[in-house]
């Protein structure tokens, strides 16, 4: 889902959201007003934004922080994009999928700060994405799908609390900040959406020895939830890994906090576990 100025457009822009890139153009002035305080730029932050549109959070972000990055894939966009941002400030316009871009190489040693109205159809991905640039990353202020966004920062025993979450929240503190209605966009999504604030945790406390390793109990685990433990990872984590990192087998995987499936994953493991990895 990508973003436009006003109601009626920032000037220069013209034709209709494009459905198959996911477009809802962001219209209503008081969201983004919303959305630009939670971002709070200060002097010296280095803004990289994703999927801009038709410039709603762009343009704003200028007018407060003269110097931003936007990543934007529909080209019919990149035009009008420069012309509206020149008289504000120095925009840089990156036209690639998101998904290609390497965060580290753009971070180039000096951390970055994202923002990004999400397309609803790849907003998961994205958000992986980001997690293996969280270390160059300060934080992310992300609007999404509500659900998503209640699946990111669920606890554990909600329904909605899955691999989502538990892979988000282990590397990131997750705060769900705002709904925005469907009104608020042009053309209106048929779902609320959400802004939510994700800040990369420090990698010296996340505590994770293997990052694929954890993935993989956490993607088993929810993989057959309504399974206890002890049957959705037979293939994965034995009797004695289970013991040893004070983990019941016969929960389920909703019951598991972010800490025991840190300490589950980090269990040493044998050459049979390996191998079942893939």
Do not use: W
Not at 62 to 83: Q, S, W
Not at 97 to 109: K, Y
Request: glycine residues 6%; contains cysteine.
């Amino acid at each position: 889902m990508t973003s436009s100025y006003s109601s009626s457009g920032a000037p220069g822009f013209s034709g209709p959201a494009k459905k198959q890139l996911g477009q809802h153009f962001l219209a209503d002035r008081s969201y983004i007003d919303k959305i630009v305080l939670a971002v709070n730029p200060k002097d010296g932050d280095r803004l990289v934004e994703i999927g801009p549109g038709q410039g709603a959070i762009t343009l704003p972000l200028l007018r407060r922080h003269p110097k931003l990055t936007v990543i934007e894939f529909d080209r019919d966009l990149v035009g009008p994009l420069a012309a509206a941002a020149e008289p504000l400030g120095e925009m840089t316009i990156i036209h690639r999928d998101v998904l290609q871009v390497d965060f580290t190489e753009l971070a180039a040693g000096s951390p970055i700060r994202l923002v990004g109205n999400l397309p609803y159809n790849i907003s998961s991905p994205i958000l992986f994405h980001a997690l293996d640039h969280a270390a160059v990353i300060t934080d992310m202020h992300f609007m999404l799908q509500k659900e998503v966004v209640d699946r990111m920062a669920a606890d554990p025993g909600s329904k909605v609390y899955g691999r989502l979450s538990v892979m988000l929240q282990a590397f990131c503190k997750v705060t769900s900040l705002f709904v925005v209605p469907p009104g608020a966009f042009r053309p209106p999504p048929k779902v609320d959406s959400a802004v939510v604030r994700l800040v990369p945790r420090d990698p010296a406390m996340v505590g994770i020895l293997d990052r694929k390793r954890f993935a993989h109990v956490v993607k088993a685990a929810f993989g057959q939830r309504r399974k206890t433990l002890r049957n959705a990872l037979q293939n994965v984590c034995t009797p004695e890994q289970f013991e040893a990192a004070g983990v019941r087998s016969d929960a389920r995987a909703e019951q598991l906090d972010v800490a025991q499936f840190i300490a589950l994953a980090n269990v040493p493991y044998t050459d049979v576990d390996d191998a079942a990895q893939g």
